[in-house]
C-alpha cells in the first residue's frame, strides 16, 4: 500500500539481499561496469548480462537514459529481479536532482508493476559519479518515502554513508 513502506538502513553487500528487487546504479550501456553495477552482474552471472544484450539490442539501442529504470533477471542472486537505473554524475554548476530522484520513483515503479513487495537500493551516484553523500541521501529519502511497496531497504557500501541516510 503507498504510503506504508517500511525504510531500513543497513551497512552491507547489497548482492547478499533478499528481496524482491534490487536497484542496480547502472551505467547507460547495461553491460557492466564497476562498483555496484560490477558486483551485481558478477554476482548474478551471465542471465543478467544476457538481459541487457538483449534490451539493447531491442528498445534500448541506445542505452538507457538517466534516471529511467528498466528490469532483469537476477540471474543467481538471492532476488527475483535487478532494476537497473543509470544516475546522473553530480554537477556544481547544473542541478540534477530531479535525475537522481527520478531513479528511484522509476524503481519504484517498476517493482510495483513487476508485484514486488520488497527493494533494496544502493547510494546511487555517490560512487565515480561524484554525487555529494548527505545530499544523495536526503534526495533517495524523499523520493522513496510514500513507496508503493512493503519494504525499501538502503545497502550502504561503508559506515559514513549509513549515517547520512539513516540521519533523521
Known sequence: MEGVATIEYVVGDITEQEVDVIVNAANSSLL?????????????????????????????????????????????????WVVHTVGPVWSATEDRSALLADCHHNALRLAAELGAGSIAFPAISTGIYRWPVEDAARIAREATKNAPVDLVRFVLFDQRTYEAFARP
Open 32 to 80: 557492466g561496469g564497476g562498483g555496484v553495477d560490477g558486483a551485481i552482474h558478477r554476482k548474478g552471472g551471465p542471465d543478467i548480462l544476457a538481459e541487457c544484450r538483449a534490451l539493447r539490442a531491442g528498445h534500448y539501442g541506445g542505452g538507457l537514459k538517466t534516471g529511467q529504470a528498466v528490469a532483469t533477471t537476477a540471474g543467481r542472486l538471492r532476488a527475483r
